[in-house]
């Protein structure tokens, strides 16, 4: 009998990461633009995350970098030697690491067939962003390439935009029984684009079979995108019966949580308020960005960002929160600095996938023999630091495709070049 857990999988940095600011309402993007990057640093900063949690006995995956250059996008935008530089970036970036966008999941209990599907998010709303759905998808293909266990999906139309799971969460007893599943959308007309519209939600749960009473879509705050939320994965976290969120997540917080309780009543929500954590901290820390996972003792764990223990406010309402014995036991600080320099954090660098390990093509699945073997590669291949007038040079699309090309041998996995 197939035994059905959460699946962790991280995307690995790829060897062009840098920091072109490319992505507005972002603004820990914004703020680091034009800055060194340190592609080695970054990714082994992620191997050491996915160590982390195989050590606390979590199922850990992983994705690769796509193909960068992209040059096929360079060339349907006939970038020359005049072209904007922003232009020539995005053909360069290495957002895919940021697997929360990668797709929308929902778990094989939740589907009319009973198997699990996965639809790419277009991600439509960004160039650089927009560019990755296709090569995403033909990675999940292989990665969830048995049919009789997963159905993998084209992305909705790009008329609605949607930016994949890190605007999804799932409640549930235990990640092997039935969920309900919830989508959070934005509205458009703020001073930062909204991100996920309502109908590409409402499209991915059509696809994936679910049930529409067992289905839930709730508006993100205004407030919350105008602040910095992007994603909705900014300012709340999902897992098993627990909703960790901030007071100010939702366009109506009380609506929100009745809505959800109609149809899942044992609803634990754990709320921070304003006037203890203010919305602009919270953005700033990534303190929702994070993992809340259940470890195999049954406690749950909240994987946060370092900077977390760095800021007096939200630190100590984490050690109030564990005084007060409520369903969070455990708070644990990770290093993902370089990644949080463009805006990602634990829970954006990883997409939950529930299916029984046997399933899945054991090729993406990491092990202490694999993780050695990709640290190894990483150390050796990936540029040190990458200065900001190096993106668009041949010198170094040489480096970063040979690095990938690298990565890609040692896991057995040369379809993907």
Known sequence: MSKLVEINFDGIVGPSHNYAGLSLGNIASASHKGNASYPRAAALQGIAKMRGNMERGLAQGFLLPLPRPNFGLLRDLAV???????????????????????????PAPDTGDGRCHLTPANLVTMLHRGQEWRDTQ????????????????DAVPSSFRDEGAANHMRFCDSHDA??????????????????????????????????????????QNPAAIEAGAFHNDVVAVANEKVLFTH???????????????????????????????????AIRTYLFNAQLVTLPTGEMALVVPSE???????????????????????????????????????ACLRLRVVADPATVDARFLLDEAKAERIEAVIAQMWPETIQPDEIGTEALAAKVIEAREALLAVLSLDELA
Not at 180 to 193: A, K, Q, T
């Open 178 to 219: 039935p969920g309900v599943e919830v989508f959070v959308y934005g509205r458009p007309g703020g001073r930062f684009p909204a991100r996920q519209h309502e109908q590409a939600s409402r499209a991915v749960a059509r696809l994936h079979g679910l049930e529409p009473r067992r289905c839930v879509f709730i508006e």
């Open 80 to 106: 020359g030697d005049d072209t904007n530089p922003a232009l020539v970036a995005a053909a360069w970036s290495a957002s895919s690491m940021w697997t929360a966008n990668a797709a929308t999941v929902s």
């Open 138 to 153: 033909a990675q999940l293909k292989i990665a969830f390439g048995d049919q009789r266990h997963f159905a993998v999906h």
């Open 308 to 346: 977390c223990q760095e800021s007096a406010s939200v630190w100590s309402w984490c050690e109030r929160m564990l005084a007060s014995n409520g369903p969070i036991r455990h708070v644990i600080p990770v290093d993902v600095r370089q990644s949080m320099a463009n805006g990602g954090g634990p």
């Open 247 to 281: 007071d100010q997540a939702f366009a109506d917080q009380i609506d929100a949580y009745e809505a959800i309780r109609a149809v899942f009543p044992d609803l634990h929500v754990v709320e921070v308020p304003e006037s203890q954590v203010t919305l602009e901290e």
